[in-house]
């Protein structure tokens, strides 16, 4: 078969391990999977009710054009509903962004360490990969302006982003949006928006008017608990709305998913609380990191990027077989550090125990 050639050179995007797996493997009675940065609090208990009496019709395509979904979101954002597209998680919208715009012949710009999904689209699609290394978690804008050239097409900003969990300062986003020429998108991806608590952040929504080629996407699987249905959301000008819309499948969201996340949507007290207990539950890793002397970068997500005096697969292990999953940073371009999801209290309880007790069997004292 005439593959084309760049998926010679790549390997599928590779999730965590499930707690079943960990079940089998190790004979633990109960896991805690603190490694795809899923809502441990689920979802609204008001998604929960509709979900158990829902009436979809199932022999009926969704809604893609003008669903409800779309009004709502419109509403909450305080844009045109011609200024939103939906996906199937924020993860088509990037292969639609990378569709559409590169290609043989183009240039995009991204961080690294960030999401791979970038990359990995825009190989698939030719265009020449380039990544600015983050510097000690921060972006290096200047770097970015200085890799701009002709056949730039897409730069990609995931703040917080993943895996370090980092907030790029609005101040500097904005500063930066301002140099970078208007023919080129720039892609904002705040899956983790709602569990900012930086007051000096500015909601880049405000700013389309300002900068019509800059996207913002945003997800249901993280705060909204609503992983398992594959629904994300892109905000732009709604001239670039318009082009991506050419590129998306047609029907590329079901109809419960719609629903779910309209229901969703109407329960920010929901949103609210976990972004609370988020932060109180973040700022313990940072205790815990202070008290046993280890690295930690500032995060406004629901992860936290953790240095171990180990090597990370190993430590990864070392958790797994004590019932807690978490990703190895080995597998995520920062080695020697342990990418974990923050929990609940009680998992977080159970959490530090257990590192706690690996740290010292190898000795670190602090």
């Given amino acids: 078969m005439n593959w084309k050639p760049a998926l010679s050179a790549m390997k599928p995007y590779k999730p965590g391990r499930s ?27 008001s998604v929960r009710n509709y979900l158990e009496n829902a009436h979809i019709q199932y022999e009926i395509y969704p809604e893609t054009g003008t669903p409800p979904l779309r009004t709502a979101l419109a509403g909450l954002t305080g844009v045109e509903e011609s200024a939103i597209i939906l996906g199937n998680g924020s993860d088509d919208l990037i292969t639609i962004i990378s569709r559409a715009l590169l290609a043989p012949g183009t240039s995009t710009i991204m961080p690294v360490p960030t999401f791979p999904q970038y990359a990995h689209n825009a190989r ?20 970015f302006l200085e890799a701009i050239d002709d056949t730039t097409a897409v730069i990609w900003i995931c703040t917080p982003n993943n895996p ?18 208007s023919g080129i998108l720039v892609v904002a991806d705040e899956a983790y928006f709602e569990y900012i608590t930086d007051s000096s952040y ?4 405000g700013w389309l008017s300002r900068f019509p080629n800059l996207i913002i996407l945003r997800t249901f699987s993280k705060a909204y608990g609503l992983a398992a249905f594959r629904l994300g959301y892109g905000i732009s000008s709604p001239a670039v709305i318009a082009q991506l819309t050419k590129v998306r499948n047609p029907f590329n969201t079901n109809s419960l998913a719609l629903a779910a996340a309209g229901r969703a949507l109407e329960d920010q007290d929901f949103i609210a609380h976990c972004r609370q207990e988020n932060a109180v539950q973040r700022t313990r890793f940072r ?57 609940t209290a009680t998992q977080n309880d159970g959490f530090f125990s257990a590192l706690a007790a690996i740290l010292e069997e190898r000795g670190h004292t602090g």
């Fill in 287 to 343: 205790q815990f990191a202070a008290a046993h002397k280890l690295r930690i970068l500032p995060s406004e997500a629901n992860f936290v990027l953790l240095e171990v005096p180990m090597d990370a697969d190993e430590a990864a292990d070392l958790l797994m077989q004590r019932g807690y999953i978490i990703r190895s940073g080995n597998l995520l371009g920062t080695p020697g550090w342990l990418r974990v999801t923050v929990g």
């Fill in 164 to 181: 370090t969990g980092g907030l790029l300062p609005s101040v500097e986003f904005r500063e930066f949006l301002e140099k970078v020429p």
């Fill in 124 to 143: 698939i699609e030719g265009a020449e990969v380039r990544e600015i290394p983050l510097e000690d978690g921060v972006y290096a804008l200047d770097r």
């Fill in 202 to 205: 500015e909601n880049p929504v």
């Fill in 19 to 45: 707690a079943e797996d960990v079940q089998k493997e190790y004979g633990i009675p109960k896991i805690e999977k603190l490694a795809s940065n899923e809502n441990p609090y689920g979802c609204a208990p």
